[in-house]
């Protein structure tokens, strides 16, 4: 079975497998033109049941992969397919292990200098079969972005890894899709971060129980407020199952 797609609130859901991603990532790299992976949080749902550029990027990504719980709570309870969840780390070495062994190629872009070159010194010690073909801080003032593009043109990348420093974060890709080849783009804010030891993933068992929110709000207890929009994920949810026709 391949990658099903569902709609859930009117927003684009993928179905797809931890065993069935290699399948789904050498189907893209095949696919001409730009291609993009998302990974979808509540939050990231709430906001693409709007009309804005970011709900556009979502309806017209390539593969849409589920990060939040709620999600599937969201599904289950439309009586819907249910997704399977990824974590954004776990999954990004997934990708680049695909990549690895089929000896594609990688670009990165994002965080600081320090950051990335220890990022990129990591990945070269792990995924010996991939090549990077390139890498660009974030943060980068506008007159350079032409720059960026074009080395990404050039570089045709398999896949272009994008990380914090990168102010428009899934949309910027998007928004110069008609400007690349070939390559599938990807943002996580903690790639990089992760990758160099800057910042600490979430512990597993955290997040396979979906508290990961709570680790969230302790660092930055503002994110309390999160707890509106999700009684009003909650609100629409029971107001489609059971009143909208």
Same mark, same amino acid.
Request: charged letters at 25%; glycine letters at 4%; a positive charge.
């Given at each position: 079975?391949?990658?099903?797609?569902?709609? /859930? =609130?009117?927003?684009?859901?993928?179905?797809?497998?931890? #065993?069935?991603?290699? $399948? *789904?990532? %050498?189907? !893209?790299?095949?696919?001409?033109?730009?291609?993009?992976?998302?990974?979808?949080?509540?939050?990231? /749902? =709430?906001?693409?049941?709007?009309?804005?550029?970011?709900? #556009?990027?979502?309806? $017209? *990504?390539? %593969?849409? !992969?589920?990060?939040?719980?709620?999600?599937?709570?969201?599904?289950?309870?439309?009586?819907?397919?249910?997704?399977?969840?990824?974590?954004?780390?776990?999954?990004?070495?997934?990708?680049?292990?695909?990549?690895?062994?089929?000896?594609?190629?990688?670009?990165?872009?994002?965080?600081?200098?320090?950051?990335?070159?220890?990022?990129?010194?990591?990945?070269?010690?792990?995924?010996?079969?991939?090549?990077?073909?390139?890498?660009?801080?974030?943060?980068?003032?506008?007159?350079?972005?032409?720059?960026?593009?074009?080395?990404?043109?050039?570089?045709?990348?398999?896949?272009?890894?994008?990380?914090?420093?990168?102010?428009?974060?899934?949309?910027?890709?998007?928004?110069?899709?008609?400007?690349?080849?070939?390559?599938?783009?990807?943002?996580?804010?903690?790639?990089?971060?992760?990758?160099?030891?800057?910042?600490?993933?979430?512990?597993?068992?955290?997040?396979?129980?979906?508290?990961?929110?709570?680790?969230?709000?302790?660092?930055?207890?503002?994110?309390?407020?999160?707890?509106?929009?999700?009684?009003?994920?909650?609100?629409?949810?029971?107001?489609?199952?059971?009143?909208?026709?």
């Amino acid at each position: 079975m391949g990658v099903q797609r569902i709609s /859930l =609130l009117g927003v684009p859901v993928d179905v797809c497998t931890p #065993e069935n991603l290699e $399948n *789904a990532i %050498l189907e !893209l790299l095949a696919k001409p033109g730009t291609k993009q992976i998302i990974f979808l949080s509540i939050w990231d /749902l =709430l906001k693409a049941r709007h009309k804005n550029y970011f709900s #556009e990027c979502v309806k $017209n *990504a390539d %593969l849409i !992969l589920p990060v939040s719980k709620s999600i599937l709570r969201g599904a289950a309870f439309l009586k819907l397919p249910i997704p399977e969840r990824f974590n954004p780390f776990t999954a990004v070495i997934q990708i680049l292990s695909i990549l690895d062994k089929h000896y594609k190629s990688l670009y990165l872009l994002g965080s600081s200098k320090k950051t990335l070159t220890k990022t990129e010194h990591n990945i070269h010690d792990t995924f010996r079969g991939l090549k990077i073909v390139g890498r660009y801080v974030g943060y980068y003032p506008k007159n350079i972005e032409d720059d960026i593009v074009s080395a990404i043109f050039k570089a045709q990348p398999s896949l272009v890894l994008v990380s914090d420093g990168i102010k428009e974060k899934n949309c910027w890709s998007y928004k110069r899709r008609n400007r690349f080849s070939s390559s599938i783009f990807l943002y996580y804010k903690d790639a990089f971060g992760i990758f160099s030891e800057r910042v600490k993933r979430v512990d597993e068992k955290i997040f396979n129980k979906g508290h990961e929110v709570f680790v969230e709000v302790l660092h930055n207890p503002f994110k309390i407020f999160l707890l509106l929009p999700y009684i009003w994920y909650l609100i629409v949810l029971f107001w489609t199952r059971f009143f909208k026709k």
